[in-house]
């Protein structure tokens, strides 16, 4: 069963950082493009950034390029995010997920998130 | 970018009618992976429906999805107390997931 277990959040003055982890199992994560989603309180859910397989190719929303750093060990099967310069908008409960292809069909999988609170 | 378009705002109906949401991308979804999320307040999203069409594990039949290409519909066909509750899509055929801004179902 595939299993994503998302740690590190926790309160940050602005801007602070704070690192992200994400622990896989269940699943070949070397394998696997992953990803980040966040959602504010009260609001709607936002794609973060985006990771290959190998790490060749990382994406990220425009509002946290230049701040936030995705990464990954796949030896270790853990997903990153390291957010730097953080602001009070980048206060959400943050989720690793991605598209899982197990059975057959592929279909978006998620931890349970983490939660940023940046304030002073 | 794929940009999804939710519609409408807010639905107001009664215990069992029928409700009808819509999702229109910007271009196509890749490979019709469009996903259908029901969350209450204070909890995360429950995954209803995936690949536009399928449903997840445990979810009731009253919940369908259908479409393909640009323009997706969730449909709950006769809406049970506990279905009231934002919706939101999203789509994940390309590597930059994008969400819909939702759809609050009320009574």
């Known amino acids: 069963e595939v299993q994503l277990v998302e740690s590190g959040g926790g309160m940050v003055r602005p801007g602070g950082s704070l690192r992200l982890s994400c622990a896989a199992s269940?699943?070949?994560?070397?394998?696997?493009?992953m990803n980040w989603v966040r959602q504010a309180p009260g609001k709607g859910l936002e794609w973060v950034s985006h990771?290959?397989?190998?790490?060749?190719?990382?994406y990220y929303t425009d509002s946290v390029k230049g701040r936030f750093t995705i990464s990954r060990d796949n030896a270790k099967k853990s997903l990153y995010l390291q957010m730097n310069s953080l602001r009070g908008e980048d206060t959400a409960l943050y989720y690793c997920?991605?598209?899982?292809?197990?059975?057959?069909?592929?279909?978006?999988?998620w931890g349970q998130g983490t939660l940023v609170t940046v304030s002073s | 970018e794929i940009v999804l378009t939710q519609s409408p705002g807010t639905l107001s109906l009664s215990p069992g009618e029928r409700a009808t949401l819509s999702c229109r991308a910007s271009?196509?979804?890749?490979?019709?992976?469009l996903a259908w999320y029901q969350q209450k307040s204070g909890q995360a999203p429950r995954l209803l429906i995936h690949?536009?069409?399928y449903r997840a594990t445990g979810i009731p039949d009253r919940f369908s999805g259908s479409g393909s290409g640009t323009d997706f519909t969730l449909t709950i066909s006769r809406l049970e107390p506990e279905d009231f509750a934002v919706y939101f899509c999203?789509?994940?055929?390309?590597?930059?997931?994008?969400f819909g801004q939702g759809t609050k179902v009320e009574i």
């Open positions: 997920a991605m598209k899982d292809c197990s059975s057959g069909r592929c279909y978006p999988t």
């Open positions: 269940g699943f070949t994560f070397s394998t696997y493009n």
């Open positions: 990771i290959s397989d190998s790490s060749s190719t990382k």
């Open positions: 271009q196509s979804v890749g490979s019709n992976y």
């Open positions: 690949g536009a069409s």
């Open positions: 999203q789509q994940y055929g390309s590597s930059l997931w994008t």
